[in-house]
């Protein structure tokens, strides 16, 4: 599965919105862009996915570039409960047959 | 949304004693899970792939006579870590994505929190 790149850390300020940045360069025709997240001691929690078009959902929404070497998760009003580590990642398969690999992810922090 | 359980949520254990980590789909089949091991400030590493009725395919590195994994059903598999020593305390989570369904995602477990003493 392609390498993502994301930053290490973010802030935001509570009830802004937020992009998160993930850059996949190397993405394959077949990759579907996932998008986790995993708040403090608990699993992680699946937000949204794509493969080529945007997409929105409850959570999120995804934009993703169209050569689909970047994309950029937005949360449109940040709570506090959001404050989390945010992992973008490929898989070839979907996510349905083959496991996820995880990244370093980009640590959000939300300041009231 | 799908749900995946785990049981125990934590565990502390004394150096040599094995450990059983269940990780259940509530409402949904599995024939496929995955675990994940997380330490510290660290990502999530896959150790093995869980598969119902047949033997669990390990990554590189995860000795699978030390992480036993039993899949005996379509909704619940086992991770029994035997011998236990304090380089395994851990967060252990598991993964399952639903059979049918939506197939491009996976639920996750809440995690086990292993202390090895």
């Known amino acids: 599965d392609a390498k993502t790149t994301q930053p290490n850390s973010m802030e935001s300020n509570e009830e802004e919105p937020v992009h998160l940045p993930c850059n996949h360069s190397t993405i394959s025709g077949t990759d579907y862009i996932h998008w986790y997240r995993q708040l403090p001691s608990q699993g992680p929690e699946y937000v949204i996915h794509g493969l080529t078009s945007n997409v929105n959902n409850r959570m999120a929404s995804l934009a993703i570039a169209e050569d689909r070497k970047s994309s950029t998760l937005i949360l449109h009003r940040a709570t506090l409960r959001d404050a989390a580590v945010y992992y973008c990642?490929?898989?070839?398969?979907?996510?349905?047959?083959?496991?996820?690999?995880f990244g370093k992810g980009t640590k959000l922090s939300v300041k009231p | 949304g799908a749900v995946v359980s785990q049981h125990p949520s934590r565990v502390i254990c004394k150096s040599g004693t094995s450990v059983k980590i269940e990780c259940r789909s509530l409402d949904f089949q599995a024939t496929t899970m995955f675990w994940y091991r997380q330490f510290p400030k660290q990502s999530l590493m896959l150790m093995a792939t869980s598969n119902e009725g047949s033997k669990a395919t390990y990554e590189q590195g995860v000795e699978k006579d030390k992480f036993l994994i039993n899949h005996a059903s379509l909704t619940l598999s086992t991770l029994t870590v035997t011998s236990a020593h304090p380089e395994d305390s851990s967060f252990y989570i598991c993964?399952?994505?639903?059979?049918?369904?939506?197939?491009?995602?996976?639920?996750f477990g809440p995690g086990t929190r292993l202390l090895v003493l």
């Open positions: 990642i490929l898989s070839s398969y979907g996510g349905s047959q083959g496991n996820l690999i």
């Open positions: 993964s399952a994505p639903p059979a049918a369904g939506m197939r491009e995602t996976q639920y």
